[in-house]
């Protein structure tokens, strides 16, 4: 057997799913450039950088949860959760800020073993366990607040963080960076990230080639309830608050970024830059209509539109070649001619 | 008995719970909070109605929340407009129907994962609706309340709908083919499409019907207030999620009574009255009910490694 003919390395760069949604992110600020005036500011810049720390880390540890065919519809309110209980140590139980931000990491973790816990070892669905947590981490949030607590006036160190800039680059970008990093070498350059795709792709295959799979799906949940904690942190030190209704909606917005990174939602299939790259195009898009002035909602409705489009796009080829493969098929079986042709 | 062990562990405990609440704290029986207790909740019945078929054809729609808000405003604005309640009814069934159309087509019609698609209209819907409101209420005229009868006509009214419509897909559910096609569907798609089936069809078909059932929902919804919120309907999917894994329906589709819903809607529908009784705060009303979500989830889970 002959081997299949290799594309050009040119033309196989430029069909990557990576290539064309750069292409959409350039067109994106091209045209936010020529309706918001100071849309292309290195200002503007540093501030969208600033304004996506939190939804770029969940969608981060997101990836490979998804690559796993997993989903965590919790993180959102786990950062909620994190928020408040950081706040509570620090101002109610008097630890210090470091002390307080290491206990916050630690019932991150907590957390996500909860999760882990219940969809390793019980095997329940993990979409309607971390549904169950959304409501829980929420709730547990909203008690120890009462709904209306607010944690404010924290100290001008730990604001640095969040607020300041150094040589012009928003303070919590290196941890950005280097939790970006991490994720992309676990995920594609070590044996572990390798397991996550097997899993994904067939989880009994995974276990018949000798993959841990309880362990490595157990691992994946509870870093992502740290790297949660961990944007809690960067989220409070930005806004300079604390309160029990931070990252509504964030869930949303984090399985939005990795599906329109072309990981695929049934798992098996994903890549960390592509992640880097939907985040980037919410960003700007969120960022851009506010230059263009339009309203906050519609920024919304954009992303949940461009949610069902990603999807879409994911599976139309393939159903438009099993359509036609299926009427080639049919064809053929009336006119015994069109087989002969080919 | 034993078939149904799950449905009747959560009648007893609601009935264990009624007990309790008879010694611990009277007060709970009071005739007119309690009926107005089950005017409140007798809309997410109906909903619960039809996530139950939804779930138990193997799917999940997270997006009734928005859709409620959705057909409860549109209603609203169609009475202060002087629409007749004859006709407002109808149009928000509709409404809800064509939503729930969108949802099915994408899921059945293009195969996407429904947890992902209806998270999606969840979001779109939400936020349209708050971009056209900009949170302001519909003030409604003083004849549309309660359909125009007295209140208590009008409570007794609501509640015998909402029970009505639960007892027609109860029962239609055990022998109706329909009906059981979506069992066949939920347990096994592939086998379902051999015996002759169209499990794409079913799937929008329970689709649509949730989405008719939440219209039809706000309608009942609007009558009980002077003025309808635009935020009304925020987590109603997880009320209605809650009441049917609760009640014995298993998320992994196939298996579930509507009775083990209406006994596991029961159950969480007097809890959150019950804590107050018992002077717990209100703000634990949501750790609570994702408690009891992951409560049930995990006792099937462990009933199932044994």
Same mark, same amino acid.
């Given at each position: 057997m002959s081997p299949p003919p290799i594309p050009s390395r040119w033309k196989a760069l430029l069909l990557r799913h990576e290539s064309i949604l750069l292409l959409v992110l350039i067109l994106e600020c091209m045209y936010f450039s020529s309706v918001g005036r100071r849309f292309a500011s290195a200002d503007n810049a540093s501030d969208i950088l600033r304004h996506s720390v939190e939804i770029g880390l969940i969608a981060l540890v997101l990836t490979p $949860?998804?690559?796993?065919?997993? $989903?965590?519809?919790?993180?959102?309110?786990? +950062?909620?959760?994190?928020?408040?209980?950081?706040?509570?140590?620090?101002?109610?139980?008097?630890?210090?800020?470091?002390?307080?931000?290491?206990?916050?990491?630690?019932?991150?973790?907590?957390?996500?073993?909860?999760?882990?816990?219940?969809?390793?070892?019980?095997?329940?669905?993990? +979409?309607?366990?971390?549904?169950?947590?959304?409501?829980?981490?929420?709730?547990?949030?909203?008690?120890?607040?009462?709904?209306?607590?607010?944690?404010?006036?924290?100290?001008?160190?730990? +604001?640095?963080?969040?607020q300041e800039s150094v040589l012009g680059i928003p303070a919590q970008a290196p941890l950005f960076v280097l939790v970006a990093l991490a994720v992309w070498l676990l995920v594609h350059r070590t044996t572990f990230g390798r397991a996550l795709q097997a899993i994904g792709f067939s989880p009994e295959g995974a276990r018949y080639a000798g993959i841990p799979v309880s362990r490595r799906i157990a691992a994946v949940y509870i870093m992502a309830g740290v790297v949660a904690a961990l944007a809690a942190l960067t989220y409070t030190a930005r806004l300079g608050q604390a309160k029990a209704d931070a990252g509504t909606g964030y869930e949303l917005l984090a399985i939005t970024a990795v599906v329109l990174g072309g990981t695929s939602i049934f798992g098996g299939k994903g890549s960390v830059p592509g992640t880097l790259l939907g985040v980037a195009t919410l960003a700007v898009l969120s960022n851009g209509l506010v230059h263009a002035r339009q309203p906050r909602e519609v920024a919304g409705m954009l992303t949940g539109a461009l949610l069902l489009l990603a999807l879409s796009s994911s599976v139309l080829p393939k159903m438009f070649a099993a359509w036609r493969a299926r009427r080639h098929t049919q064809r053929s079986a009336i006119d015994p001619a069109i087989t002969e042709d080919t | 008995m034993r078939k149904n062990l799950r449905e009747w562990s959560v009648a007893i405990t609601f009935c264990v719970l009624l007990l309790f609440m008879a010694i611990a704290a009277p007060s709970f029986y009071q005739p007119q909070p309690l009926l107005s207790l089950l005017t409140r909740e007798a809309p997410a019945l109906i909903v619960a109605c039809g996530m139950a078929l939804v779930i138990i054809g193997r799917q999940i729609d997270i997006s009734v929340g928005s859709q409620f808000g959705v057909c409860g405003v549109c209603s609203a604005l169609l009475t202060a407009s002087g629409w007749p309640v004859a006709l407002v009814i109808p149009t928000s069934l509709a409404l809800g129907a064509l939503i729930g159309g969108i949802n099915g087509a994408l899921v059945a019609g293009l195969g996407l994962p429904s947890i992902v698609v209806t998270l999606a209209t969840m979001v779109t819907l939400r936020?349209?609706?708050?971009?056209?409101?900009?949170?302001?209420?519909?003030?409604?005229?003083?004849?549309?309340?309660?359909?125009?009868?007295?209140?208590?006509?009008?409570?007794?009214?609501?509640?015998?709908?909402?029970?009505?419509?639960?007892?027609? $897909?109860?029962?239609?559910?055990?022998? +109706?083919?329909?009906?059981?096609?979506?069992?066949?569907?939920?347990?096994?798609?592939?086998?379902?499409?051999?015996?002759?089936?169209?499990?794409?069809?079913?799937?929008?078909?329970?689709?649509?019907?949730?989405?008719?059932?939440?219209?039809?929902?706000?309608?009942?919804?609007?009558?009980?207030?002077p003025q309808v919120d635009p935020k009304s309907g925020t987590g109603l999917e997880l009320k209605a999620i809650a009441a049917v894994v609760v009640g014995g329906v298993a998320i992994s589709g196939g298996r579930g009574t509507l009775w083990g819903v209406f006994a596991g809607f029961l159950l969480l529908a007097s809890i959150t009255p019950a804590l107050t009784h018992l002077r717990v705060e209100p703000y634990w009303e949501r750790a609570i009910q994702g408690g009891i979500i992951l409560l049930a989830v995990s006792l099937e889970g462990i009933k199932k490694r044994r």
């Open positions: $949860i998804i690559l796993t065919g997993g $989903i965590d519809l919790s993180l959102g309110s786990l +950062l909620g959760l994190c928020a408040v209980v950081f706040g509570t140590l620090w101002r109610d139980a008097g630890l210090s800020i470091e002390l307080a931000a290491l206990c916050t990491l630690g019932v991150g973790g907590l957390a996500g073993a909860l999760n882990a816990g219940l969809i390793a070892g019980l095997k329940l669905p993990p +979409l309607i366990v971390t549904l169950g947590t959304y409501s829980l981490f929420r709730g547990l949030a909203e008690a120890m607040t009462r709904g209306v607590d607010t944690f404010t006036h924290f100290p001008e160190s730990f +604001l640095f963080i969040g | 936020e349209g609706l708050r971009w056209a409101r900009q949170g302001e209420f519909v003030n409604l005229p003083d004849a549309a309340q309660w359909f125009g009868m007295s209140q208590s006509a009008g409570q007794w009214t609501i509640i015998a709908m909402a029970l009505l419509i639960f007892l027609a $897909i109860a029962l239609k559910s055990r022998h +109706l083919a329909a009906a059981r096609y979506v069992y066949a569907v939920g347990s096994d798609a592939e086998a379902a499409r051999l015996a002759g089936i169209r499990p794409a069809w079913v799937t929008f078909g329970t689709f649509v019907l949730l989405g008719a059932l939440t219209g039809l929902a706000a309608a009942l919804n609007m009558a009980q207030s």
